[in-house]
C-alpha cells in the first residue's frame, strides 16, 4: 500500500471510531508546505466537536506511523451544503437532492444541467432537470455537486 493508501487507511479508521464518514483525503503541497486535508460527512450533519476528535485521534495515529514525512497541517472539515459529488456511492447516497452536474459531452443541448437526482446505478444517473428525464453515464460527467436548496 502506498503512502496515500496508509493515510487514507488511518483517516478511515479515526473517522469511523468517531461515528462519521470519511469521503476524501487529499495530500497537498510538498516540503515544509504539505497540507493533509480529510473531509468528512455524517447523515445529521458533522459537527465540529465530530471534527475536533477526528483531528486530535488522526493527528495521534499519523505521528506515532510516522506517515508523514516532515511538518503537514491538517485540516479536518464538513464537506459542507454544496459538497462534490465524487463517486456511484455519493450519487446513491443523495437521491432526491438537486444537484448541479458538468458534462465533457452536451446533454439536451447544454453542459450543465441542474436537476433532482432521481437513480443511481452501477453505470448512470438519472436526473430531472426542467422538462422531463434524461440519464447520463458517469464516464460523461465532468464535475458535480450539491445545489443548496432554501425551504
Known sequence: MNAIG???AAAE?????????????ELLGEGARKVLRVTLEKESGV???DCTAVSRDLGAVLDVENLIDGRYVLEVS???LDR????????????????KIVTSVK????????GRLT???DDCISLEPSGGS??????????????????
Open 119 to 121: 437513480a443511481a446505478d
Open 6 to 8: 496508509k493515510i487514507r
Open 134 to 151: 434524461v440519464r447520463i453515464p458517469y464516464a460523461d460527467i465532468s464535475r458535480a455537486r450539491l445545489e443548496i436548496e432554501i425551504k
Open 47 to 49: 459537527s465540529l466537536t
Open 107 to 114: 446533454v439536451e443541448g447544454q453542459n450543465s444541467l441542474v
Open 13 to 25: 479508521g479515526s473517522a469511523r471510531r468517531h461515528g462519521v464518514e470519511l469521503l476524501d483525503v
Open 78 to 80: 464538513s464537506a459542507g
Open 84 to 99: 462534490p459529488l465524487k463517486d456511484k456511492k455519493d450519487y446513491m447516497r443523495n437521491i432526491g437532492k438537486l444537484i
